[in-house]
């Protein structure tokens, strides 16, 4: 049985948890506090949040939020980076700070409860962002109906060039008159 601390930081990191759309699993050993908030700051910015959990409190939580897959993640000191907005751009945060900073390491993650690599993330964090990706698909879903239309008007357009070639050649007789 919990203490009552402990089952406080196990309720709130299940909804947590249940709420993140991804949860990636990092070693933030060697890192100093400055840097965390530099982290945490630049998370914050996209709807993210860098939380250090003990393992056996989250997979507890896990359990209890029905996520799975993070017990084998879950060895030695864990900070759970959760992004409940946009998964793309917390996961470029992560991989931008531990190129920069050399010492965080990314042991995995969830999307979905889906099971991801540490390479599953830096392609993640490769694509590019939701208004783009719905901008591709906008015009995707455009092209075919403009050319179509193009097409459609075409021939009444040839027409109206004929009548004005015409015009343009009966007109000009007059005025040599």
Same mark, same amino acid.
């Given at each position: ?50 939380? @250090? ?29 959760? &992004? ?36 599953? @993330? ?37 027409? &109206? ?17």
């Amino acid at each position: 049985m919990p203490t009552p601390q402990k089952a406080v930081k196990i309720s709130s990191l299940a909804a947590d948890l249940a709420r993140a759309q991804l949860t990636i699993v990092t070693d933030y050993r060697g890192l100093k506090v400055t840097d965390l908030e530099g982290l945490r700051t630049s998370l914050r910015a996209t709807g993210a949040s860098f939380r @250090i959990a003990k393992n056996t409190l989250t997979t507890i939580a896990a359990g209890r939020a029905g996520v799975e897959g993070l017990d084998d993640l879950l060895a030695g000191p864990t900070g759970l980076v959760l &992004a409940y907005d946009d998964p793309v751009q917390a996961s470029k945060v992560v991989t931008d700070f531990v190129r920069t900073s050399r010492i965080l390491t990314v042991r995995g993650g969830l999307l979905d409860n889906r099971v991801l690599s540490p390479a599953d @993330i830096d392609n993640l964090a490769t694509l590019p962002p939701r208004e783009e990706l719905q901008a591709k698909l906008l015009g995707m879903l455009i092209s075919p109906l403009a050319r179509t239309l193009g097409v459609l008007t075409g021939p009444a357009r040839s027409f &109206a060039y004929v009548l004005n070639a015409r015009a343009e050649q009966l007109d000009t007789p007059a005025e040599a008159a």
